[in-house]
């Protein structure tokens, strides 16, 4: 049974870099054919799929978001971690780090394919 556990800053000022990081326990970030994702949810919005980072160590970020966001890995510490960058408040949400066991990694967006969650951690921009 994977768990997940985000983790960092609750609050953000504007234009700085947003940094949180994913601990995962019982399995290996490195498992076939697993795909560990970011998505955020700002309170009375649809989630939103931000990026993934794979067993591998690709990435695919959201076109929305490539330009600010960076996903990557700490297989020492089996972690993940999401920087957003020049954040403004719109970029407040709820985080959450999920991931999906698939071979085709192409539904990221369907978020009823994803097999675990974490809680979800909220993160404020603001001055």
């Known amino acids: 049974q994977l768990q997940l556990q985000e983790s960092g800053p609750g609050l953000v000022k504007p234009s700085q870099t947003l940094s949180l990081t994913c601990t995962v326990s019982g399995g290996s970030i490195t498992t076939k054919y697993y795909y560990w994702s970011w998505i955020r949810q700002p309170a009375g919005k649809d989630k939103e799929w931000i990026g993934y980072i794979g067993y591998s160590g690709t990435t695919l970020y959201s076109p929305s978001l490539k330009s600010r966001a960076s996903i990557f890995r700490d297989t020492s510490k089996n972690q993940f971690t999401l920087q957003l960058s020049s954040v403004t408040p719109e970029d407040t949400a709820v985080y959450y780090c999920?991931?999906?066991?698939?071979?085709?990694?192409?539904?990221?967006?369907?978020?009823?394919?994803?097999?675990?969650w974490g809680q979800g951690t909220q993160v404020t921009v603001s001055s």
């Open positions: 999920a991931t999906q066991n698939t071979a085709v990694p192409n539904y990221y967006e369907n978020f009823e394919l994803y097999n675990y």
